[in-house]
């Protein structure tokens, strides 16, 4: 699907614009390249039955955007869909360019039907295996793709040059209007029904009805050679491993930064995350299972348990023959995924990880016990960072702030949750340890150029689970992790190879620790990736203050910004 050839023609030669009139706002990249995006509603067949989806240009998954490292990216998005939408660009850190960041109503209001947005960022020192996708609603569920950035013209990879590269996004497939299924599920309470498939690029694969023969992704490979495997889940609320049949998978990248090499069965991934395995065609001639199936660390979870398959398959295999089975782990199975965490190191030795600390937050992150905040609840429907459920307010954050609005948000956000107990075993709502969210737009500030630490602690109010914790505008090194309560005193920290990643699971009943330099302003999402729990409040915003002059400073905001 995404031959090296092509590829590389299309970065080389491709999409360049030379006289694109210089853009205003520092830093310009060495390339633009333009896209444009209809966000649209698609009929699809699937799953024996037909739906319509949204999506962007008709297609599903999105279409890939390529650039290169240092290159300037304008997007073009109009919304033909029935519903407001924005795009986020998962990864890229957007230095100087919050505006174009898109989580709805933290960087600007959506983009409403009949509307256009143009997104505007450079790739400043980014490369590697990123994605897109909506950030209002649920959308996710359907409006998702790949961004690929090369490193710049004859700059290697770290590691052998594979022969061929596969985009490979994992997803999670409702047979039902997701937009709607969401108004019932918050209205209501509790949690959504199950997707009805895990897919791959897309497709369900051969163990889902009516998706045996066609709706199956493919790779076809020449014997002896080396595969780049770009994974990206784009999942709305499900963690997934990921292996392939009688296959070692050696990971190269994680969150768009390398790693050292890391060869394991299999890899645990969280919406959010993205990793690059090199996988060598070394086993005999046949056709083999790539295979995705849940990991789910809450107790009680209902879940789809079909997983889902794609074929690696060798030239000269029967194409008719069955596909040898991948081995999956148990859905349960923590330890899978802490021995693929603890495989991941960052390539070099990182000069840049903070070794001092100038603010330090502590975020409890977990479920509540509250009732939503509908006419008619029923079951329980909240989460929170320090018991705080995050309410998304009606005009953005960032232009709130920007223009000095004080209605919108406030900037109390507790650093610290309000009282210290033991928060992965102690019950729910007993006294002393009263859980009960409360519900504001609160933010936490930050000087420019503050070292900060944020210390994420798993709570076990409702259940323990791993909770991939996501940042805007940032990659942080994670800088230890571990089970149980956070304890400065025992917890082992490694400030020489630390990860740099955007995305974290946080450890079911355990804490991380990431750090970074805040040296980007503008307001920072941080949220969990499970859709889910981002709507029922699992997030806060970081505002990071300017600095001093221009390079130091955030931009006007864009004409065409989307108004409420
Ligand atoms: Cu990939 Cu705030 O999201």
Request: charge should be neutral; hydrophobic fraction near 35%; glycine fraction near 8%.
């Amino acid at each position: 699907m995404f031959p090296r050839l092509a590829t590389w023609l299309l970065i080389w030669f491709g999409i360049t614009f030379p006289a694109y009139p210089a853009a205003k706002q520092w830093p310009q990249g060495t390339t633009t390249r333009f896209y444009d995006f209809k966000i649209q509603t698609t009929r699809v067949n699937k799953l024996c039955n037909s739906n319509e989806i949204v999506t962007v240009n008709n297609m599903f998954p999105g279409p890939v955007v390529y650039a290169q490292e240092g290159d300037r990216l304008i997007i073009k998005v109009t919304n033909l869909s029935p519903y407001n939408a924005t795009i986020h660009w998962h990864g890229v850190r957007q230095i100087l360019s919050c505006w174009f960041d898109g989580p709805s109503y933290i960087t600007q209001c959506p983009i409403t039907p009949g509307q256009s947005f143009t997104y505007e960022f450079t790739m400043v020192k980014q490369r590697g295996t990123f994605f897109w996708h909506a950030h209002v609603s649920w959308l996710r569920a359907t409006v998702y793709g790949a961004l690929i950035v090369y490193p710049k013209a004859g700059v290697p990879y770290p590691f052998p040059f594979p022969y061929e590269e596969h985009i490979i996004i994992l997803g999670e497939y409702w047979s039902q209007d997701i937009v709607q299924l969401e108004r019932q599920v918050i209205a209501s309470g509790g949690v959504p029904p199950p997707a009805n498939a895990y897919t791959i690029n897309g497709h369900p694969g051969p163990n889902y009805n009516c998706s045996t023969n066609a709706d199956v992704y493919k790779i076809d490979l020449v014997p002896g050679k080396t595969y780049l495997l770009r994974l990206i889940n784009a999942g709305l609320n499900t963690e997934n491993f990921f292996a392939i049949a009688n296959h070692k998978l050696t990971i190269v990248e994680a969150d768009a930064e390398y790693t050292k090499p890391f060869t394991t069965d299999r890899v645990m991934l969280g919406p959010g995350q993205t990793l690059n395995v090199l996988v060598k065609a070394d086993q005999p001639i046949a056709r083999y299972s790539m295979a995705i199936g849940p990991y789910i660390s809450a107790r009680n979870a209902q879940f789809q348990n079909i997983t889902s398959v794609a074929y690696f398959q060798y030239s000269g295999a029967v194409p008719s023959s069955l596909s040898l089975p991948a081995r999956l782990p148990n859905i349960n199975d923590n330890l899978a995924v802490k021995t693929v965490m603890d495989g991941l190191k960052g390539l070099n030795t990182k000069d840049d990880v903070p070794k001092e600390i100038d603010a330090t937050l502590f975020l409890t992150i977990g479920l509540n016990v509250n009732k939503c905040r509908s006419p008619t609840p029923q079951q329980n429907c909240q989460a929170s960072m320090n018991n705080i459920s995050f309410i998304k307010p009606t005009v953005s954050v960032l232009e709130s702030y920007y223009k000095g609005f004080e209605d919108y948000f406030t900037p109390d956000f507790p650093a610290a949750p309000l009282r210290f107990y033991d928060f992965v075993n102690g019950a729910p709502n007993s006294a002393p340890n009263d859980t009960n969210a409360m519900n504001g737009t609160r933010t936490k500030v930050i000087e420019y150029g503050t070292r900060v630490q944020i210390i994420l602690q798993d709570t076990g109010t409702v259940t323990t689970e791993n909770h991939p914790i996501h940042l805007h505008g940032y990659s942080f090194y994670v800088v230890g992790y571990g089970s149980g309560n956070y304890n400065p005193q025992t917890a082992n920290l490694n400030l020489v190879d630390p990860p740099y990643m955007n995305t974290i699971g946080v450890p079911v009943g355990g804490w991380a620790a990431i750090r970074f330099k805040a040296d980007n302003p503008g307001v920072w999402f941080i949220h969990c990736h499970f859709d889910l729990h981002q709507s029922w409040g699992l997030a806060t915003a970081l505002i990071v203050k300017n600095g001093v002059g221009h390079l130091e400073t955030l931009p006007h905001p864009p004409a065409d910004l989307p108004r409420c």
